[in-house]
């Protein structure tokens, strides 16, 4: 395995050497000690950094399943009770048809997991390789810049006197067996509630009622995830090393900050963040003295979706006297002519309101251009003030 891993690993050994030098540099001690445990947690913040572009597709891909969940059960609908390989077969395809018609698949979502896995085992077979490398006895004599001097450091490096190379079954043949055990069950338990809160608050909080349906895919999958990776993590906790539930638990501390900062600023559109977000923005509207809603901003693009350029001040005078003023209504009723233009909410039509947002734009270039000229005006004063 160390054979197909080893290009993984040997990536992770100079990132966790060069975060290793930094704290070094920044005053850490340079050898066996805290430095190499920060690595690892340095290795994690680069790996989850470089994963957030990838972060944005799966929330795209996310939501996107979410908006094609009536369609999804319109098919599963179509073909229930029908256990016949062909009607099987026919709901996969036409399923597998919707999400190429939207651009999307079932399992662009776990796309951040399954990229995640061969970093997980690469750093989990680096560290069982030091010991035999500090020994001199490994089948390499170094992993990228981690040769028998370096990998005696990060097995002598320990986390409250568990080493980073020592795990639950391998627990006995250190000096400090206690140690280990008890610093691997708190790592496990502080693991299981951090994702256990991400999950929930992933559920009650970043998902529209829409997808809330029990029979929902992707609800069963979030419920899924909810109960049944605490057992994961229990099942498989006792054969990692010390070193990896640490990169463990700071990628779920991670995404806990990540799934803030989403909830903020972009969650689901539907969902409780989302009408959060709406009553926090409509606040601050009001609080400026501007419309509870935001008005769209139509003048910034054109018929074809391309950004508008701003006109100049000499353009946009000759521009207002092009625009045609709106024809006041006859004052004899037999002369009231049906208006065919449709009026919004606000009681004003698209004319009109295009109209409204040319004068608020003039407006709006008037008063930047004044305090361009206060600005300039000041700087002017300023200078004289130093000359004499």
Known sequence: MDT??????????????????????????????????????????????????LFNKQTKAARLGQQLNPEIQKIQKKYKGRKDQISQQRQQEEMMALYREHGTSPFASCMPALIQMPIFFSLFRLLYAVLPLSQGSYMRPAIGPIDEKVAQHIADSTVFGAPLTGSIGTAKSFSSPTAVI????????????????????????????????????????????????????????????????VYWLTGNIWNI???????????????????KRQEKLRRKRLAKGLPAEEEENDFLAGPSGQRVQPLGKARSKKAASKVEPIPAMPEDE???????????????????RAQKRYERRLAERKRSQEKKNARKNKQQNNKKDRNF
């Open 4 to 53: 197909i891993l080893y290009p993984i690993m040997w990536i992770i050994a100079w990132i966790m050497s060069g975060v290793h030098s930094l704290l070094v540099t920044l005053g850490m001690n340079d050898g066996a000690g805290l430095a190499w445990v920060l690595s690892i947690v340095g290795l994690t913040i680069v790996v989850r950094a470089l994963m957030i572009p």
């Open 182 to 245: 008890t610093v691997a069950v708190v790592l496990i338990i502080l693991m299981i509630l951090t994702l256990f809160f991400t999950q929930k608050q992933l559920m009650t909080k970043n998902m529209p009622d829409s997808a809330l349906d029990p029979s929902n895919p992707a609800y069963k999958m979030q419920k899924y995830m909810l109960y049944g990776m605490p057992l994961i993590y229990i099942f498989t906790g006792t054969t990692f090393q010390i070193g990896v539930l």
């Open 257 to 275: 900050g990540q799934q803030t900062w989403m909830l903020n600023n972009n969650p689901t559109p539907g969902s409780e963040a989302y009408r």
């Open 334 to 352: 037999d002369e009231v002519v049906e208006d065919t233009e449709v009026r919004g909410l606000d009681g004003l039509t698209d004319a009109e």
